[in-house]
């Protein structure tokens, strides 16, 4: 178990496309798991799935963590500090 120094910046989002991966909708691909960006909202997918769009949104715009958007699932990842956070962190 690691620990994490940007629980700070935790916001209270609300996910941007509740019904999947934002840009999966839009290229119409397939996805396994959902995970929820607890900096802005965006939700992408696990790295199970093909294209992988969480990690590339953590690339894309530095947020570093995110939350599982998976029904019954409560914990959360840091792609900086690489920890796994359970549960998930809140604002
Ligand atoms: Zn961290
Ligand atoms: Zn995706
Ligand atoms: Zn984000």
Known sequence: ?????HL???KVVSPRTPTGC?????S???WV???LCLTCGHVGCCDSSPNRHATAHYHAEGHPI???FEPGEDWGWC????AFLKPAPTA
């Open 1 to 5: 178990m690691s620990t994490c120094s």
């Open 8 to 10: 700070g910046d935790v």
């Open 22 to 26: 934002e840009e999966c909708l839009l």
């Open 28 to 30: 119409d691909s397939a």
């Open 33 to 35: 798991h959902l995970r």
């Open 66 to 68: 995110i939350r599982s």
């Open 79 to 82: 792609y900086a500090d690489e």
